[in-house]
Structure formats: C-alpha cells, structure tokens
C-alpha cells in the first residue's frame, strides 16, 4: 500500500475473499463484516457490525463483492467477501483531523473518493464516487499502477518549451500566468518554483522526464488504463 495519493492516480485494488454469513437479503445482501469492530466511543452512531452490499437490482456500484453472487444468497448462508481485482483512478483525496467518527473502527484519517474503470466524472450525477478509508481495517492490497506528472508536486511553477509559465495544480489542472487560454504546456518542461527556489536535483530530474514524450502522451497512457476522460474543466 502506497502512503499518499492524488487526484489522477491509477489504483489497483484487491482485498482476499473471507468467510462470513449472510443476516438479510433484499435488493441489498448484508453480511456480517470480517474486519472493522464497533466503536464504543460513538455517541451518536452505534454500527450493527453488519455491510449492505448492492445487488445489481439496486443499480449502484460497491468495490466489495461476494462469492456466491450477491443474487443467489439467503439468510443464513455462508458465503465469501472481499475485492476482486479492480481498476478505479483517484477523483479526490480527503483528510479529516481528527478521524471521523462513524461507529467503526478504525475512524477514518482519509478517504479517497474513486471512480471506477470506464466512468468519466459527470458532475450531474450524485454520489457517482465510491468513498474508501485506504488505511482502514479491511486488507485491501493497493497497488499505484500509473501517477500522471509523478515527477511534480501540486504548485509547482514550471516554464514550457515556448517559455510560457504554468503552475502545476493536478494532472489535468494547470493555470498559465499570462491569463491566456487555458490547457497545458509543451514538454520539455523547466522547474522555477518547488516551494521557493527549487534545489539542482530537483530541477534536473524534471528536465531529465520531459526530454522525450509529452503531454499528450502521459494523457494517453492514462486514459488507456482508466478507459475513461478527464473531467471537463480539466482537459
């Protein structure tokens, strides 16, 4: 598991199916979960220890899933959960200080908010983001599979080959200086600004990525891997 994320990130998720029994089936199964406990300090929310996992009758999409499929189980039966292999890109990262409280524990210190493989954030759509603790009790293995500009860090101020300026704010987010039309720079890219003056190795290692390749192309790979665009303002 990677310690910090980003907004553009390439995820690979997976978490090892666990045993567990099956309390009650509507358009939703909820099972007993195997990992998160009670927290007795919650107030005002008392967890039952159960998870309600969608049924494709309830048209919503959840990372957990169960072995039997969620549509052949009763009450009663035991069954598998966990997190098949799945593909997501990171919409927003969240950090709470202190954790939230929400009846379980661990309390959550982040939450990233993902969209699966295929989806293109649409802001029309409500809740179309999956919220996952990517420190929290469940053993989700978390692979970085591809950072767009992972040789920038959010804020810096870079100078494109034509020498216009840009601050780098995410992947597909950058804000030119001169006012001009918005879009992004033409690679090789120079570092001006790293939290003040950047330092000679700072600077050489973006120079050294942007020799060769260009925006365009780190844009391809990543729509590559995520089948997906991104968001409007974005591009």
């Keep these: 598991m990677i310690d910090d994320y980003r907004p553009g990130d390439v995820l690979s998720l997976e978490c090892p199916f666990t045993e567990t029994t099956v309390t009650e089936v509507s358009r939703y199964v ?35 899933r169960t072995e039997p499929a969620e ?7 035991t069954c598998l959960v966990g997190i098949p292999t799945t593909v997501v890109h990171v919409l927003a990262v969240y950090h709470f200080d202190p954790p939230q409280v929400t009846g379980m524990l661990p309390r959550p210190a982040s939450y990233l908010d993902l969209l699966r493989q295929g989806d293109t954030y649409d802001p029309e759509l409500e809740d179309q983001a999956y919220a996952l603790d990517p420190a929290g009790g469940e053993p989700i293995r978390i692979e970085l599979l591809f950072r767009p500009y992972a040789f920038l860090e959010p804020g810096d101020e870079v100078a494109d080959r034509s020498g216009r300026v840009w601050r780098f704010d995410a992947a597909w987010d950058w804000y030119p200086f001169d006012g001009g039309q918005p879009g992004a720079p033409a690679w090789p890219l120079a570092l001006l600004s ?10 050489a290692a973006v120079a050294r990525a942007t020799a060769v390749g260009s925006h365009a192309e780190e844009l391809d790979r990543w729509t590559g891997l995520t089948l997906a665009q991104p968001a409007a303002h974005q591009q």
Excluded: M
């Design 71 to 77: 549509t052949v189980l009763k009450p009663g039966d």
């Design 30 to 64: 909820s099972v007993r979960w195997p990992w998160l406990e009670v927290d007795p300090q919650a107030k005002h929310i008392r967890w039952n220890g159960q998870r309600a996992l969608p049924t494709p009758e309830a048209h919503e999409w959840e990372i957990f």
């Design 194 to 203: 790293r939290n003040g003056e950047p330092t000679p190795e700072e600077a």
